[in-house]
């Protein structure tokens, strides 16, 4: 089947500007996260979803980062008023259950973003 | 918290045997290793649950030592293919994140 997807692969905008990156998680899974890549860095928690709800949103920067997820699937990751310091790979991973069950999660392509 | 990796980085040649740590100052529940080739998404190796167990993945195997929250990886008669960045996550209990280490880049040479 098919894996994680993300949309689209590569972004870049001014600064100022909105942006709107896309997660499809594998069917089925339940858990959807999102993380943040600097270059050359490790991997930074935003936010996870278990359903449409976000139990955990501890990871965002700024309230400049929203996300939402719709029936339980697609997720969106909006940064509005994008700066420079927000350039960096934006990856989604899912999962079958929650991180607290013996659950992989499956990361996608990830998005470029860069801000100029 | 931030879990800390040891080494930062290590280049080897095939064949060589390698171990990376990964150490929390957090209780922990689970740690997740991955592996990310450059330009690649992570992906998963092993998952290891409180209880101190061991696993093993080809070549690959780790463990986890919950009294002094750490863990490591061990990567025997290393090949080409092996060749990345390594990040150990962990979760404590309670949460449901997992929080990377700054990841161990280890490099194989023919």
């Known amino acids: 089947g098919a894996g994680v997807s993300q949309s689209p692969s590569n972004k870049v905008t001014e600064k100022g500007k909105d942006v709107e990156l896309r997660c499809d998680p594998i069917s089925g899974h339940t858990a959807l996260y999102w993380y943040r890549q600097s270059l050359g860095q490790g991997l930074e928690f935003l936010i996870y979803?278990?359903?449409?709800?976000?139990?955990?949103k501890s990871g965002l920067p700024s309230d400049r980062f929203s996300a939402e997820r719709t029936g339980g699937s697609v997720s969106t990751l909006t940064i509005q008023r994008t700066q420079q310091e927000d350039s960096a790979v934006y990856l989604c991973a899912s999962s079958l259950g929650p991180t607290s069950g013996p659950y992989e999660q499956y990361f996608g392509p990830g998005t470029r973003l860069t801000v100029t | 918290q931030q879990p800390v990796q040891s080494p930062q980085a290590v280049i080897l040649r095939e064949g060589e045997d390698a171990v990376i740590n990964c150490s929390s100052s957090k209780a922990l529940y689970s740690v997740h290793w991955y592996r990310q080739k450059h330009g690649e998404a992570p992906v998963f190796l092993m998952i290891l649950l409180k209880g101190g167990e061991q696993k093993g993945h080809e070549k690959i195997s780790a463990s986890f030592n919950e009294k002094k929250q750490q863990s490591s990886l061990y990567l025997t008669a290393s090949q080409l293919s092996y060749s990345g960045t390594y990040f150990c996550?962990?979760?404590?209990?309670?949460?449901?994140?997992?929080?990377f280490g700054q990841g161990t880049r280890l490099t194989i040479n023919p």
């Open positions: 979803f278990q359903g449409n709800s976000a139990p955990d």
């Open positions: 996550g962990t979760r404590s209990q309670g949460a449901q994140k997992l929080v």
